[in-house]
């Protein structure tokens, strides 16, 4: 079981490279739309995604609760997505939730702007001021996100296996070199640590989804982290009772866990709007 995770500067050629590795190694190509329709369903709302989608949230969509609830539910969708194996996932910081993972294979696909815009001209019939536009702005958003969601500077290479400039190698080429990656770096022991990995991912992500949307705690930056057999919540809360209570429930939902916590209890803190 490996898993690609994809991160592209705009007209890159990222889904269409995505698309032929996919074919190659018989992975699943779930794209931009796919992992949408996985976070609506999970419960955000469809009307907000687009405050939220590969950018920076504006200043008032960075302080509601929607923006925290966004990042549940997208690690959530990204965990459970690469939970099926064989898979490649494409933007939205996946290589970031995913980067734990020992069978992780993290790309990043660049191209220079001139390139970008002969492709982005020729696909839309724009001009070169058009097709400018459209770059830096793709690129600002993007650095935005990924800064804003998960600190992280996008363009800093020590987060990805591979760099490809897609300006020099073609569709094919790429994909061919992609696969090729995929078959020497995955092993049977990667593949096993990696299983082992996600699914403590998963199961820490649905006790925060627990705790903040069925228990309706109101703990900031919310997260549990699994070593062995011991469980940490981490987060920013207002109260001890309320961190008491969520280690409380934490140790009914995962009494295999010895639970602890990590949360700073700041008494003057208000949480977002």
């Known amino acids: ?63 509601v ?26 933007g939205r910081g996946a290589f970031v939730i995913l980067e734990s993972l020992p069978n992780l294979v993290s790309l990043r696909f660049v191209a220079k702007d001139e390139i970008r815009m002969q492709r982005l001209q020729k696909e839309f019939d724009w001009n070169e001021k058009q097709a ?34 897609t300006g020099i190698f073609d569709e094919k080429s790429s994909a061919d070199a992609i696969a090729t990656l995929v078959k020497h770096y995955i092993t049977p022991e990667k593949e096993a640590a990696g299983k082992e990995k996600l699914a403590e991912l998963i199961k820490c992500q649905h006790l925060v989804n627990k705790l903040i949307f069925e228990y309706k705690l109101n703990i900031e930056f919310l997260r549990a982290v699994i070593d062995g057999k011991n469980l940490t919540l981490q987060g920013v809360a207002d109260s001890t009772v309320l961190v008491e209570r969520a280690i409380k429930i934490a140790a009914v939902e995962l009494p295999e866990y010895t639970i602890s ?10 949480g977002h709007l």
């Open 65 to 90: 609760k929607d923006r925290d609830e966004y990042l549940h539910y997208l690690q959530t969708a990204v965990l459970e997505s690469a939970e099926e194996g064989n898979c490649i996932l494409i």
């Open 132 to 165: 400018l536009q459209r770059i830096n702005e793709s690129d600002t958003n993007r650095k935005g996100f990924h800064k804003s969601f998960f600190n992280v500077e996008i363009d800093d290479a020590s987060h990805f296996l591979m760099v490809l400039n």
């Open 261 to 270: 916590s990590a949360i700073s209890v700041v008494q003057d803190f208000k």
């Open 1 to 63: 079981m490996g898993v690609i995770a994809i991160s592209r500067q705009v007209a890159a050629l990222g889904d269409e490279v995505a698309a032929e590795v996919a074919e190659k190694l018989g992975y699943k190509f779930i794209n931009r739309q796919e992992l949408e329709k996985r976070i609506v369903a999970l419960g955000f709302p469809a009307g907000k995604l687009k405050k939220y989608d590969e950018k920076k949230p504006g200043f008032f969509a960075s302080l």
